[in-house]
């Protein structure tokens, strides 16, 4: 390894939704000591690292999804592996009566919420002249919609009067225009914007608005599901200047950072962990075509 090469190399993961078995802490492990966050789509993939990141810096923790098996599954893991209560809420982010019913019974448990991570969001590959309009509205629902209604809530329930930090999972898939991804990239760049605008508005409250955009995350139901084996297999990797798909270790990093103390001064802007991709990868248009006819074929 060339010297300084330390600071590219990725932290230990696993693939499914599991803790860790190790971790080496970077950060105190004390940072975020009495704090309580709440994550929506915290049961899976990177909202379940997020959370177990969170808790291992001191955090409580509540998940949110529609799941109840799946929530309940991962609470207890979280918890076991942590030694921090997480209270798992059966949560639909569309409904804004059902995030008022759930926030209050968080703070029913907890009697705060400090940090909000909007994670939920809903993907598939699909080219836009075959999107549905039911299936592209359904992306706006729960990814923008979803995003302002819970920040709304929280803001109403608690984080107007005591301030907080607000992180929300974004993509990069807007900023270049990726192939097959019309629905969802739109979607995520309203985030970006709502972003902004939140931040303006909100920072007199002592309230940090924040994105994380991840690029290819390995482990991810999303990375299954959006990057073609034959991408895979190929040079897909050799086109991402770090050379590698990243973990959800290192997004829940980013994450820490951000709805820690030393990001005290950041706000209203968007943190790109995707070791470069979005930069340098290209459209494969035949590839991923290829892919999502294969995989319409094999749901019918």
Not at 40 to 55: C, D, K, P, Q, V
Not at 99 to 122: C, M, P, Q, S
Not at 139 to 152: A, M, P, Q, R, W
């Amino acid at each position: 390894m060339s010297q300084g090469g330390f600071a590219c190399q990725p932290p230990p993961d696993v693939d499914t939704d599991d803790c860790l078995q190790e971790y080496s802490y970077l950060f105190s492990p004390d940072i975020l000591k009495g704090k309580v966050a709440f994550i929506t789509g915290g049961s899976s993939g990177i909202g379940f690292r997020i959370a177990e990141i969170l808790m291992r810096h001191g955090c409580q923790t509540v998940i949110a999804s529609r799941n109840v098996q799946r929530l309940t599954e991962a609470a207890q893991k979280l918890s076991a592996a942590t030694g921090r209560r997480c209270l798992p809420l059966v949560l639909d982010v569309r409904q804004p009566q059902a995030i008022l019913a759930a926030v209050d019974e968080a703070l029913k448990e907890f009697e705060r919420i400090d940090i909000l991570v909007n994670n939920a969001a809903g993907n598939f590959l699909c080219p836009a002249s075959s999107l549905s309009f039911n299936a592209f509205k359904t992306v706006i629902e729960i990814d923008t919609l979803g995003t302002f209604n819970v920040s709304k809530v929280l803001y109403e329930k608690c984080l107007r009067d005591h301030g907080g930090v607000i992180v929300n999972i974004t993509a990069t898939l807007s900023y270049k225009g990726q192939a097959l991804q019309a629905h969802a990239g739109t979607a995520k760049a309203a985030i970006d914007a709502m972003t902004k605008h939140l931040a303006v508005e909100w920072g007199p409250n002592k309230i940090r608005v924040n994105c994380v955009a991840p690029g290819p995350i390995s482990g991810t139901e999303g990375y299954r599901r959006l990057v073609p084996p034959q991408l895979e297999e190929g040079n897909l990797h050799q086109r991402i200047p770090l050379q590698r798909a990243g973990n959800k270790t290192e997004i829940a990093h980013s994450v820490l950072y951000l709805a820690s103390p030393l990001a005290s001064y950041v706000t209203g802007t968007t943190l790109v962990v995707d070791g470069g991709s979005w930069m340098t990868s290209e459209n494969d248009f035949p590839a991923l075509l290829d892919f999502w006819s294969t995989e319409l074929k094999k749901d019918k």
